[in-house]
């Protein structure tokens, strides 16, 4: 963790923009983390292939591959038709919290929410495979906006540093509680 700061309040992370660019972190964040996914699944099944995995293995992870675009460009609409406004919430409820710490784990925590109320249909069926799709759902979620949420700080920490953030009328460090 960097050094805190002078100035700097987590809080200083909210309103439309800012929970805008978080949303956008959030997706590349979403992007990068099922890619590496993908990645070590085509690995793994490489080696299986090689020891003598059947032809459905290798096949599923081929689907995989396919439709990792068509997911990519679905997990957009959820994050900016649902994440955008639960962002604004969630951000506007810690405006008084100064730790970047609590913002990324509560971020995280309704982001693995999100993901699980949203991709229902993907986490349903017989329960051991709708138990391991929901965690891998809520880890995706809780990844997403916990990366994007902290990305979306060090942005604005390294603005404010460079003092970009003081020229312009921006939101302020809100009042401690009295």
Same mark, same amino acid.
Do not use: K, N, Q
């Given at each position: ?6 100035? =700097? +309040? ?7 923009? %800012? *929970? #805008? ?9 979403? *992007? ?12 793994? $099944? ?9 032809? !459905? ?10 439709? /990792?675009?068509?997911?990519? @460009? $679905?997990?957009?609409?959820? *994050?900016? @038709? ?5 962002? @604004? ?13 609590? +913002? ?13 109320? /949203? /991709? %229902? ?5 017989? =329960?051991?495979? #709708? !138990?391991?799709?929901?965690? /891998? ?5 809780? &990844?997403?906006? &916990? &990366?994007?949420?902290?990305?979306? &700080?060090?942005?604005?920490? %390294? ?5 970009? @953030? ?13």
């Amino acid at each position: 963790m960097p050094a805190r700061l002078p100035g =700097w +309040h987590a809080g200083l992370v909210r309103g439309p923009a %800012r *929970v #805008a660019l978080l949303c956008a972190l959030c997706w590349v964040v979403v *992007v990068g983390l099922t890619l590496v996914a993908v990645l070590v699944s085509v690995a793994a $099944t490489g080696f299986r292939a090689a020891a003598g995995a059947t032809g !459905l293995e290798v096949a599923s992870v081929s689907t995989a591959l396919v439709f /990792l675009p068509y997911l990519w @460009l $679905t997990v957009i609409v959820p *994050v900016a @038709l649902v994440g955008w406004p639960a962002g @604004l919430l969630t951000a506007w409820l810690l405006r008084r919290r100064p730790r970047e710490v609590e +913002h990324v784990a509560v971020f995280a925590a309704v982001g693995a929410v999100l993901a699980l109320v /949203l /991709l %229902r249909p993907w986490t349903s069926g017989p =329960w051991p495979d #709708a !138990l391991g799709a929901g965690v /891998l759902v809520a880890l995706a979620g809780a &990844g997403g906006a &916990g &990366g994007g949420r902290w990305w979306a &700080g060090a942005v604005l920490r %390294r603005r404010a540093a460079r003092g970009t @953030l003081a020229d312009r009328p921006g939101i302020v460090p809100p009042p401690a509680w009295s």
